[in-house]
């Protein structure tokens, strides 16, 4: 199922079961959601009204030292909300409060390479394959002992979200996806694009060069910057609010782990056998039949593919939102509102 949602006037007009109707005040619930008392509404809430999550807290698990922000009661539901690059935790910024509001207990995690997470070893590989990354999460719920969470993810957090829904159903209650189904097909890698195509991920071809990785370490915040613009081109952010997600680009590994992420896509980087069997299960890109909403908005400068186009590889419950009114790639940190009713609903599922 698909239906927009405008944002242009801070409203949304909903064609779901939900009958969600929001305006300054919050969602109205249809008598249907409000009779079963199983989905909570989320408050109307202006971008960037929160600039901190407070206090950090820092815990091993796996082969890191992982720093995370918490938010919400700590005997709450569990969502588990993963950024992308080149952003960080605060992509999330305005969503925890909400949900902490809502009664969830909210863990937003720096990835490997960003903010405080920390290698726990210097000699383990500075990898960032997909299942990696993946196992990283299921580490820090082992840690934390948290069994099951409601995952929501942008970017490279999208594709990891996906991934633990496909390896993990288990421990994943429910999905929010940004932009869909994502994996990266080692299998399809070298299949080209046409040039439209292939010009948008100018990046990734750069940064497989010697030239591209000196221009990342030497221009880091202005190439990161140039990627937030070109991916949300309608999205105004203030430096303030550039600069406190750019400070968790200057992580030690951050660069090693960008550029391993972007050559390994292209084969073009060794991946580690410890790894080889989760690759090989999630190269038939496996359905996701977790209780999933997909979203995508109308501004999205970032390469990325059709709600059609992916629709059916989501088997169990599933639904899909585009937000209009000019938002971007970064949909959480533009749109908290959305993002946070979105895993609201899905963890009622």
Same mark, same amino acid.
């Given at each position: ?6 944002? =242009? ?16 005040? =919050?969602?109205?619930?249809?008598? /249907? ?24 807290? /820092?815990?091993?698990? @796996? ?8 938010? @919400? ?11 992308? !690059?080149?952003?960080?935790? %605060? ?38 394959? /997909? ?20 995952? =929501?993810?942008?970017?490279?957090? &999208? ?29 399809? &890698?070298?299949?080209? *694009? ?40 309608? !999205? ?12 968790? *680009?200057?992580?030690?590994?951050? &660069? ?7 050559? !390994?896509? *292209? ?17 038939? &890109? ?33 639904? %899909?939102?585009?937000?209009?009114? @000019?938002?971007? %790639?970064? *949909? ?16 009622? !599922?």
């Amino acid at each position: 199922m698909t239906h927009h949602i405008s944002l =242009g006037r801070r409203h949304f007009v909903s064609s779901t079961v939900l009958g969600a109707i929001a305006a300054q005040s =919050g969602f109205l619930l249809s008598a /249907q959601a409000q009779a079963a008392g199983s989905v909570k509404s989320i408050p109307a809430t202006q971008p960037g009204t929160h600039t901190s999550f407070g206090p950090l807290k /820092q815990v091993n698990a @796996g082969v890191l030292s992982v720093g995370y922000a918490e938010a @919400g009661p700590a005997d709450g539901p569990v969502v588990l909300l993963i950024h992308g !690059w080149p952003y960080d935790i %605060h992509t999330y910024v305005d969503v925890a409060p909400l949900l902490a509001s809502a009664g969830y207990r909210v863990i937003v995690p720096y990835l490997r390479g960003y903010g405080t997470t920390r290698f726990l070893f210097a000699d383990t590989v500075r990898n960032a394959q /997909q299942s990696a990354v993946a196992l990283d999460i299921i580490a820090l719920m082992d840690a934390l002992k948290i069994d099951k969470a409601v995952i =929501g993810g942008c970017d490279w957090g &999208a594709r990891t979200a996906c991934i633990l829904a496909m390896l993990w159903p288990e421990r994943c209650q429910a999905l929010v996806s940004v932009s869909g189904y994502l994996l990266s097909n080692l299998k399809t &890698a070298l299949d080209p *694009l046409p040039p439209a195509a292939e010009v948008q991920w100018w990046y990734q071809f750069y940064l497989t060069t010697e030239r591209g990785r000196l221009g990342y370490e030497k221009y880091r915040d202005d190439f990161a910057r140039l990627i937030w613009q070109t991916a949300s081109p309608k !999205w105004n952010f203030d430096d303030a609010t550039f600069k406190r997600s750019a400070a968790a *680009l200057d992580n030690p590994d951050h &660069a090693a782990i960008t550029i391993h992420n972007y050559r !390994w896509r *292209l084969a073009l980087a060794p991946g580690e056998a410890r790894y080889d069997e989760l690759e090989r299960k999630l190269s038939v &890109a496996p359905n996701i039949s977790v209780p999933t909403i997909t979203l995508e908005g109308d501004a999205n400068g970032a390469p990325h593919l059709p709600p059609a186009a992916y629709a059916k590889k989501f088997t169990g419950k599933y639904e %899909h939102r585009t937000l209009t009114g @000019g938002i971007g %790639h970064n *949909l959480p940190q533009e749109a908290p509102q959305a993002f946070a009713q979105a895993i609201a609903d899905v963890a009622s !599922w």
